[in-house]
């Protein structure tokens, strides 16, 4: 891996924050639309509030 600057390093970690940010988010949304067929919009909240 090439060494990287002081400057180039705070990009790659907020670029890599932002990206992990996104995955989460996703893993969210598709938790919420697959648990909404199975389980009523309170049983949902409470699961997810649980995770």
Do not use: D, H, I, S
């Amino acid at each position: 891996m090439p060494v990287l600057g002081e400057g180039e390093e705070a990009l790659l970690a907020e670029c890599y924050e932002e990206v992990e940010r996104e995955r989460w988010e996703n893993v969210a949304r598709k938790f919420k639309v697959k648990a909404g067929l199975r389980l009523t919009p309170a049983q949902v909240a409470r699961r997810w509030k649980n995770l």
